[in-house]
């Protein structure tokens, strides 16, 4: 095991205490992670960050149903709408993406390098959510918009699904604004809806003539794991909506580095 390899693993531990704290940014850590400094192909990171990010969400989940903050009802009417968009992207859409998508002499654009852009652009997107503070509203206010939940929840999917995010950053506000959850519930709840359409879009990403690292993905999993069990001892002692706001900041940073690095660096 090289030195990159280990601090990969120790920021693994990182990606798990985002998603125990604030539910959400465990893909915009763990992507980046595993291209820029693990060396992993970009293609292949979206597919194993969505194995690190739902088996480590999935484990969060859990723990936050044994504390009963989790809503059930919720994670199926908005899960199902993701799970089918997440799938069908994995299994369809991506893997019919060329590999170069245009070329010139001087200027070539191929599918990694779209990936990483468009991921980059979902974290900037991120970003701002995060650093604006997210107020609840009165659940008194207005009634569930269940139309709007479905859709909303097909649309995380497909970006969910093309960038191998869990897509937590998108599900949490819809959560408190469409579907009146306590902000609390509602980190619960999206780690469940992100467990779900993450590991059923790895699923869909599986195909005969793709080798996967398992061992890179375990221990990385593992890492996350152990993770986001400190992350959900912290939050009961850490205010989360602050720590969303500085992770935002840090969040940014990283999709305008990303951005700079895919198309001015090379």
Same mark, same amino acid.
């Given at each position: 095991?090289?030195?990159?390899? %280990?601090?990969?693993?120790?920021?693994?531990?990182?990606?798990?205490?985002?998603?125990?704290?604030?539910?959400?940014?465990?893909?915009?850590?763990?992507?980046?992670?595993?291209?820029?400094?693990?060396?992993?192909?970009?293609? %292949?990171?979206?597919?194993?960050?969505?194995?690190?990010?739902?088996?480590?969400?999935?484990?969060?989940?859990?723990?936050?149903?044994?504390?009963?903050?989790?809503?059930?009802?919720?994670?199926?009417?908005?899960?199902?709408?993701?799970?089918?968009?997440?799938?069908?992207?994995?299994?369809?859409?991506?893997?019919?993406?060329?590999?170069? %998508?245009?070329?010139? @002499? &001087? !200027?070539?654009?191929?599918?990694?390098?779209?990936?990483?852009?468009? !991921?980059?652009?979902?974290?900037?997107?991120?970003?701002?959510?995060? %650093? =604006?503070?997210? @107020?609840? =509203?009165?659940?008194?206010?207005?009634?569930?918009?269940?139309?709007?939940?479905?859709?909303?929840?097909?649309?995380?999917?497909?970006?969910?699904?093309?960038?191998?995010?869990?897509?937590? !950053?998108?599900?949490?506000?819809?959560?408190?604004?469409?579907? #009146?959850?306590?902000? =609390?519930?509602?980190?619960?709840? &999206?780690?469940?809806?992100?467990?779900?359409?993450?590991?059923?879009?790895?699923?869909?990403?599986?195909?005969?003539?793709?080798?996967?690292?398992?061992?890179?993905?375990?221990?990385?999993?593992?890492?996350?794991?152990?993770?986001?069990?400190?992350?959900?001892?912290?939050?009961?002692?850490?205010?989360?909506? #602050?720590?969303?706001?500085?992770?935002?900041?840090?969040?940014?940073?990283?999709?305008?580095?990303?951005?700079?690095?895919?198309?001015?660096?090379?």
């Amino acid at each position: 095991m090289n030195i990159t390899h %280990i601090i990969g693993y120790g920021l693994a531990i990182v990606v798990g205490i985002t998603l125990g704290l604030i539910g959400s940014g465990g893909s915009i850590l763990s992507v980046p992670i595993l291209v820029y400094i693990m060396g992993v192909e970009p293609i %292949i990171a979206t597919a194993y960050s969505l194995f690190i990010v739902g088996t480590t969400a999935l484990f969060g989940g859990i723990q936050k149903a044994k504390e009963k903050v989790v809503d059930f009802k919720k994670v199926v009417l908005f899960g199902i709408p993701t799970i089918i968009a997440v799938f069908i992207t994995r299994k369809i859409i991506v893997p019919s993406i060329p590999e170069v %998508i245009y070329a010139t @002499k &001087s !200027f070539t654009l191929n599918k990694s390098v779209l990936l990483m852009i468009v !991921f980059a652009i979902v974290m900037i997107t991120a970003s701002i959510r995060m %650093i =604006k503070p997210i @107020k609840e =509203k009165n659940n008194n206010d207005y009634r569930i918009n269940y139309f709007s939940i479905l859709i909303q929840g097909f649309l995380i999917g497909l970006v969910a699904g093309f960038v191998g995010a869990g897509g937590g !950053f998108l599900i949490i506000p819809a959560l408190l604004f469409l579907a #009146k959850t306590p902000m =609390k519930i509602a980190v619960g709840t &999206s780690l469940f809806i992100v467990s779900s359409q993450s590991l059923i879009g790895f699923i869909g990403d599986i195909r005969p003539e793709q080798i996967m690292d398992w061992r890179l993905v375990l221990i990385f999993t593992t890492c996350s794991i152990f993770g986001i069990i400190i992350g959900n001892y912290l939050s009961k002692k850490i205010d989360g909506e #602050k720590l969303k706001s500085v992770f935002g900041w840090f969040v940014l940073a990283m999709g305008i580095f990303i951005i700079c690095k895919e198309t001015l660096l090379k």
